[in-house]
């Protein structure tokens, strides 16, 4: 406790941390002074927790012959909401937000926040005293503070010499994993006669699976990472970076999309790194009655990536087919059949059980917990929050995301994902027949999304709006930044290439098409447009693309039109890699140019 002022009144600020393990009080006056820090357990009684504080406030009123007058209280922590309505507090903040005010205040140049708790760790980045992105540790309370105090206190160290007495011993093998049965095989150490050093120390090798950051599994990547490390396999995780789709268009061996060719990249990081590649395939997603796709490319990735000429990763790979949100017993019983050999003789099934429905539950969990953090941090430093809508894949990756989040968080502004974005099916009416009719799984988050935001622009209640970036919008082909497209085509009649000036956009509209979002179908049109502008002896297109390719098909359809308009034939042909040459398609068509 810190040293009592003398003033017989004071008018002060309480707030009140409520964790899992401890509950803290602070006593501010007007000067921003801190007069009394309180520390008690929390003994899993939030409630008498407090009240012992309360009453530790009372003796020092007495013992100092001050009386305190509340002017303002908040509470923080785990059990924030529950005490905050117990109390009556005035606010209720979430710790990360806590964190990053406090640390703004102690040091403005501070910008990222560590936060050992009782039961669980933070990792946060700030920006001007805002929190613009945190995470919270997947696992269980192995690693955090009320597991190392226990344990400490056992051995009869104290805290500040727990790490000390670690240095200079080799590791005994135990489960590294829950803090049960960590505890169970210390006790079993101790009584083998190691020393408090050595058990100190404990560690376990094993097998490493490899999860790759990009596509659906860069959504899911907490569930399986937890999954793994119950079983007490180490996991690996493909780290998200540009040089990855560099790296991806060395071996793809065709022009894939960015993510297809992303991943690439992130298969090759992995194949040299770990003894097994965790695939799952996911081509569906049920979500009540209806049933709705992943992108095709999605479906037939585990086959292209096991062709990649060079890397020989055929054995390495784990992909099993799964629908996440049908019944759990068949996710389960999927997963353990198509483990390996080896590692079904380190697990059991009711090994695959126990360790997936609560990374599951955790999973599950954790995404409606971030819904919470939107509602507590949108609009809390800044009249103007955007909400990046599209595809994962997409908007959390920060190489194909174009570091607008990065970018935004510079200028002072707040991004939020989609998914923090709570959605009342109530309100999504208007939306019925588009979810009916529409085909893709992420192509239906975004219609929710996109009503649940209109909803939010009407009806936040502290006058507050949400902007929304689309993700082709913000992550377009056509470099909207500077409004400059240079097209790499390179026609049979000659190896001319000419740079595109000026904005792409107006460029179309020129020739009777109004862009309201850009993508890959219309820089295909900018091709032929471009191409009948500066090559009028043309006498044939042909438009090649990836069977099942969403922008393909639709250049399809439109070529149907433009042919007509600018009076060359455009033909569109198709391949999947495995079958013979397409000269048999244009052979009618090269006849009659002759």
Request: net charge neutral.
């Amino acid at each position: 406790m810190n040293q009592m002022p003398p003033a017989k009144d004071e008018n002060l600020t309480a707030g009140i941390d409520i964790g899992s393990t401890s509950t803290k009080a602070t006593l501010m006056n007007s000067r921003k002074v801190v007069v009394a820090g309180l520390y008690t357990s929390t003994g899993g009684q939030p409630v008498a927790a407090v009240q012992k504080l309360t009453r530790t406030i009372e003796a020092l009123e007495k013992r100092f012959g001050v009386a305190f007058s509340l002017i303002a209280d908040g509470t923080t922590g785990s059990g924030r909401k529950f005490i905050q309505n117990v109390a009556r507090a005035d606010y209720g903040v979430d710790e990360i937000t806590a964190h990053a005010a406090a640390a703004y205040h102690l040091n403005p140049e501070i910008d990222t926040i560590i936060e050992i708790g009782g039961q669980d760790a933070k990792f946060t980045v700030m920006n001007n005293g805002m929190a613009t992105f945190s995470v919270m540790n997947y696992v269980c309370a192995a690693g955090a503070g009320s597991f190392i105090e226990e344990q400490a206190q056992q051995l009869g160290i104290a805290l500040n010499e727990y790490a000390h007495c670690a240095e200079g011993h080799s590791a005994p093998m135990i489960s590294d994993q829950c803090t049960v049965f960590m505890q169970r095989d210390l006790h079993y150490l101790l009584s083998l006669g190691y020393s408090r050093g050595e058990r100190n120390t404990s560690n376990v090798p094993s097998l490493k699976i490899g999860l790759y950051a990009t596509l659906t599994m860069l959504e899911y990547l907490p569930l399986w990472e937890l999954f793994f490390k119950r079983l007490g396999f180490t996991t690996v995780v493909s780290p998200v970076e540009t040089g990855h789709i560099a790296a991806g268009k060395e071996i793809a061996g065709a022009d894939y999309c960015a993510p297809i060719t992303d991943l690439h990249g992130h298969i090759r990081y992995l194949a040299s790194r770990v003894d097994y590649i965790f695939f799952p395939q996911l081509f569906e997603n049920a979500n009540g009655n209806e049933e709705k796709a992943y992108c095709y490319y999605c479906h037939y990735a585990v086959p292209i990536v096991q062709n990649i000429p060079g890397l020989d990763i055929s054995k390495k790979m784990i992909a099993p087919v799964l629908d996440l949100h049908k019944d759990i017993n068949e996710t389960i019983r999927t997963v353990y059949l198509h483990l390996p050999e080896e590692l079904k003789t380190k697990t059991t099934f009711a090994g695959i059980e126990a360790a997936f429905i609560p990374a599951w539950d955790r999973y599950k969990e954790r995404k409606a917990d971030m819904q919470y953090l939107f509602l507590d941090q949108v609009g809390a430093s800044n009249d103007i929050g955007i909400v990046l809508i599209g595809r994962p894949y997409l908007i959390l990756h920060r190489a194909l995301n174009k570091g607008i989040p990065d970018k935004l968080a510079e200028m002072g502004i707040q991004s939020f994902f989609m998914d923090m974005v709570p959605i009342d099916d109530d309100k999504l009416d208007a939306a019925r027949d588009f979810v009916r009719y529409n085909h893709w799984h992420y192509g239906n988050r975004i219609i929710k999304k996109r009503l649940a935001e209109i909803h939010f622009q009407t009806h936040w209640q502290c006058g507050r709006y949400i902007a929304l970036l689309k993700d082709k919008v913000a992550f377009n082909m056509l470099n909207a930044f500077n409004k400059k497209l240079n097209i790499p085509v390179r026609p049979v009649i000659d190896n001319r290439v000419r740079k595109l000036e000026g904005n792409p956009c107006e460029y179309l509209q020129k020739n009777h098409f109004t862009i309201r979002h850009s993508g890959e179908t219309s820089k295909n049109l900018l091709k032929v447009y471009y191409l009948r502008e500066n090559y009028p002896e043309l006498k044939l297109i042909i438009n090649v693309y990836p069977i099942f390719c969403c922008p393909g098909l639709i250049s399809e359809a439109i070529y149907r039109k433009v042919e007509k308009e600018i009076g060359i034939p455009i033909v569109s042909i198709t391949y999947d890699g495995t079958q013979a040459d397409k000269n048999k398609v244009l052979n009618p068509y090269l006849y009659f140019l002759k």
